[in-house]
């Protein structure tokens, strides 16, 4: 073994040449740097140094990033809206009866309930075409991304590394035709606490949302690990 600063021969455990005092605990190997050569026929090659072996090891991990697949995708479903059809027939009923029985053939009357129905029906419609239109979601494996707005449209993604709670809530209604508000706590600063209406199939939903950030989780563990 032979000192990499002034060539002169040293035995294979030194860690200071004998002649000029050079450091070689890190030693010279070929093939494999950063440790000590024990052979004297081998070509000495430069150790790398801690940044170095860093920089290459994350350099691997980003070379073998997994590709972003979606997962879901999905909005406000109409079956959210049953409840509030199911009241205005409720109220169409009761104001149609008491037309009946109490109004009689007088017209100001009948086109006053009239006008209540329209106006009963017309407001829902209106509500389930907004948020049908304005909202719609899309979960990837690394991110989940939602927009907003029917003229004005707005994106934003929050990565699912980020997200620190899901949970969701039906009502009565809710659990008989499956659908539900999911409520998403993440350290995303523009929407530490987002809530989604309407979600279809809710517990599947929300579980596949859970399920999706604990793998990103134990994802960046290991590549954190690795390096």
């Known amino acids: 073994m032979v000192c990499p600063?002034?060539?002169?021969e040293i035995v294979a455990e030194a860690i200071f040449c004998h002649k000029c005092g050079h450091r070689i605990s890190e030693g010279y190997i070929q093939g494999d740097p950063g440790r000590p050569s024990t052979g004297a026929g081998e070509t000495p090659s430069p150790a790398l140094t801690p940044n170095e072996k860093f920089k290459a090891a994350a350099?691997?991990?980003?070379s073998n990033e997994e590709q972003e697949r979606e997962l879901w995708r999905g909005g406000y479903s109409p079956k959210a809206m049953i409840g509030a059809w199911c009241?205005?027939?409720?109220?169409?009923?009761?104001?149609?009866?008491?037309?009946?029985?109490?109004?009689g053939t007088k017209p100001w009357p009948w086109i006053i309930?009239?006008?209540?129905?329209?106006?009963?029906?017309?407001?829902?419609?209106?509500?389930?075409?907004h948020r049908r239109l304005s909202v719609s979601y899309v979960l990837t494996n690394q991110r989940f991304i939602h927009e907003s707005g029917v003229l004005?449209?707005?994106?934003?993604r929050i990565e699912v590394i980020d997200i620190d709670d899901i949970t969701f809530e039906q009502g009565v209604v809710e659990r008989i035709v499956g659908v539900g508000t999911i409520k998403i706590a993440s350290s995303d600063h523009t929407h530490p606490e987002l809530l989604l209406y309407g979600?279809?199939?809710v517990s599947q939903v929300s579980g596949l949302?859970?399920?999706?950030?604990?793998?990103?989780?134990?994802r960046r563990g290991l590549h954190i690990e690795n390096i």
């Open 152 to 156: 004005r449209r707005i994106t934003d």
């Open 87 to 103: 009241l205005c027939a409720l109220v169409s009923i009761v104001l149609l009866i008491i037309g009946c029985f109490w109004v």
């Open 113 to 129: 309930i009239l006008l209540i129905i329209i106006g009963f029906w017309g407001y829902n419609l209106i509500k389930m075409l």
């Open 209 to 218: 949302i859970d399920d999706t950030r604990r793998a990103e989780r134990r």
């Open 199 to 201: 979600i279809e199939n």
């Open 5 to 8: 600063q002034c060539g002169a």
């Open 59 to 62: 350099a691997g991990l980003d």
